[in-house]
């Protein structure tokens, strides 16, 4: 272990618990890692990989991950492949040619991956040695973030085992990874994976490097400037909703801080440059940075005032180099390495304290000192996160409404539909059949749940291209040699692209010279002289049908009424967490992750405040993860 991680990581040593994680999946063991964001997970599949030889099968939700652990592993000198949305046919099997073929060891995929047959086959046929779960907790209804998808993960063994060729046929070991996961998602994730044994290696949730604060307020944007202003480094502002990520944004901007937005509603390309200008921050001072951030936010600095130190930093930023800031919904941060995050900022409540202490948790993965804020007005947040309940579990007949109105406006007759796939414009779905957006939305992703349909938001469409005229007519027009290059590219590439649009499976492929802006220009070119329809790259919600319309669908009591209760039972323990002014905030954490015997942490605002007043420590334990809200 030690040999392969000085030869490929150039460590000398593991991270606490990496070392025990490793050697139990060489012996073969399924094992469940709980390990806190920052804690070094992605090395306990890469380490035993490498030392076993084999291909480590990763199966991860995120895409920004996959190609950011690809990329590295590349630079390493570790042939890694990945396949995700966006990739041609021709792609995706060179990809699984070189994992059955060539000497690759790591394949990432997504969970959704799994449910294609053809995907199956050909998994059956690779040298696989691991299966690494990322993101465990999502295969637990009872988790934060569940995805049916994740469901499928333990028929893939069985695959493997089967109808793997015999010099290859064994038992596979899981490693399932997660950085949160209360005790009841733990034994959840150990049964839904089929764990031969359960085996769960914790290393504590405690993060003593962050100050978690819960800020009381009712000028948020106003205190986001007061905080970045003192506390000097990278940022993240996390945000409910995409227009509110774009004002906050703007409004820094209008303060003089470098910040940028985030969202799902963005282009792979947009959010690769907004990523990228973020990463690449870095304060100029770094002995400011560690003698700022000691005592930089305190609970005392109140008021309008704002210290020259402060000023000064603003504008130092001012003067360096890419986005100190970014004002994002969730979609932001999972699977992003950067570690000098200073300070982490939640504008809205979260939906559960997992999220939170996930989100809370890309600040300070250095291990120096770092901050995550909270901010909260009883007087609104309250009121809203009720209304959330009411928006994200409307119903059962509202759900009815929902299915049959989404099935008339696609044209879905009775008793057909299955594997028809549509992309879907909410908007105008709601705006033609009179139903009310955001619980249309939970309507969907609950149905979807159900097995109903696929419903996907926020997709990456691929442009498509058909040519309209004839090969013969094209001579009739006036087109410049780099117009005629791109044309004979796709007469030659799409044998049926002059009766029907066509995706362009390798879009970088049809021009020698330029970028992919140039291409897209010449394509719209192109339509402008009515040569070519042109569909251009872009965001869409895409629904597929998984059976035939219903004339009644069935909603499993035990799966609406119980997680939506559970949901309630989350939401009010997040909305009990702010309220809190009893309880040292890490240890509220830690014991609502089944840590009971945590310490006071000294640096909260809560242990800020009791030293202030002389209180003394609480020697009661919170109680926060044992109620029954």
């Avoid at 063991?29 to 964001?37: C, H, I, N, S, V």
């Avoid at 792609?91 to 997504?110: E, I, R």
């Avoid at 609950?446 to 691929?462: A, H, T």
């Avoid at 590219?489 to 009766?499: A, D, K, N, Q, V």
């Amino acid at each position: 272990m030690l040999q392969t991680l000085k030869k490929y990581w150039n460590y000398d040593n593991f991270r606490p618990l990496q070392a025990e994680i490793i050697q139990s999946i060489l012996d073969g063991r399924d094992t469940l890692a709980l390990m806190p964001t920052g804690g070094g997970k992605s090395l306990c599949f890469q380490v035993p990989t490498m030392v076993m030889g084999g291909l480590c099968l990763v199966i991860t939700p995120l895409i920004a991950l996959m190609k950011d652990q690809v990329e590295n592993l590349k630079k390493r000198d570790i042939r890694a492949a990945a396949i995700y949305t966006g990739m041609s046919y021709e792609q995706q099997k060179t990809a699984l040619d070189n994992c059955q073929w060539g000497p690759y060891h790591f394949l990432y995929v997504s969970p959704e991956r799994l449910e294609s047959e053809e995907f199956r086959e050909r998994l059956s046929r690779l040298p696989i040695c691991l299966i690494a779960v990322d993101e465990a907790h999502c295969i637990s209804q009872w988790g934060y973030d569940f995805r049916p998808s994740y469901l499928k993960i333990a028929e893939i063994r069985e695959v493997i085992r089967q109808k793997g060729d015999e010099a290859i046929r064994r038992e596979v070991p899981i490693l399932a990874l997660t950085a949160t996961a209360t005790p009841d998602v733990v034994d959840d994730i150990q049964e839904r994976l089929a764990f031969r044994e359960k085996h769960v290696l914790r290393k504590s949730f405690a993060r003593p490097n962050i100050s978690y604060v819960v800020r009381q307020t009712n000028k948020k944007a106003d205190e986001i400037v007061h905080i970045l202003s003192r506390v000097p480094g990278s940022a993240i502002v996390y945000v409910r909703n995409r227009q509110r990520a774009q004002e906050i944004a703007a409004y820094l901007q209008e303060k003089g801080i470098s910040a940028d937005f985030y969202h799902a509603g963005l282009t792979s390309k947009e959010r690769s440059e907004k990523q990228e200008a973020w990463k690449k921050f870095k304060e100029r001072s770094q002995g400011e940075l560690q003698n700022g951030s000691k005592a930089a936010y305190s609970l005392e600095a109140r008021g309008e005032r704002q210290e020259a130190r402060g000023d000064e930093a603003m504008r130092r930023e001012a003067r360096g180099e890419g986005t100190r800031v970014i004002v994002a919904t969730n979609a932001f941060g999972m699977g992003i390495d950067k570690a000098d995050v200073r300070v982490v900022i939640h504008h809205d409540l979260p939906d559960t304290i997992e999220a939170y202490f996930q989100e809370a948790g890309r600040a300070g993965r250095d291990e120096q000192k770092a901050f995550a804020v909270l901010l909260y007005d009883p007087s609104t947040d309250k009121a809203k996160a009720r209304k959330r309940v009411v928006d994200n579990y409307p119903d059962e007949e509202f759900l009815h409404t929902v299915y049959h109105k989404t099935c008339n406006y696609l044209g879905v007759g009775a008793d057909s539909g299955l594997g028809a796939t549509f992309f879907l414009d909410v908007y105008d779905l709601c705006r033609k059949m009179h139903l009310p957006i955001i619980p249309t939305y939970s309507a969907l992703h609950l149905l979807s749940q159900m097995g109903y349909f696929s419903f996907d938001e926020d997709q990456e469409i691929r442009p498509r291209v058909m040519i309209r005229v004839q090969r013969r007519e094209l001579e009739n027009y006036t087109l410049t040699p780099e117009q005629i290059a791109l044309l004979e590219s796709l007469m030659r590439e799409y044998t049926g692209i002059f009766t029907d649009l066509q995706y362009l499976r390798a879009f970088e492929a049809m021009s020698q010279k330029g970028d992919e802006e140039k291409r897209h220009e010449l394509l719209v070119l192109l339509a402008q002289k009515g040569i070519i329809s042109y569909v251009p790259r872009t965001i869409a919600n895409v629904l597929r049908l998984n059976v035939n319309r219903q004339a009644e669908i069935r909603i499993p009591e035990h799966f609406y009424t119980g997680r939506k209760t559970h949901y309630v039972e989350k939401l009010k323990a997040m909305v009990e967490y702010a309220d809190n002014s009893l309880y040292c905030r890490s240890q509220v954490l830690q014991s609502y992750f089944g840590e009971n015997d945590a310490e006071a942490c000294g640096t909260c605002d809560v242990c800020r405040m009791r030293k202030k007043t002389g209180r003394a420590v609480n020697s009661d334990k919170p109680q926060i993860a044992a109620k029954r809200l």
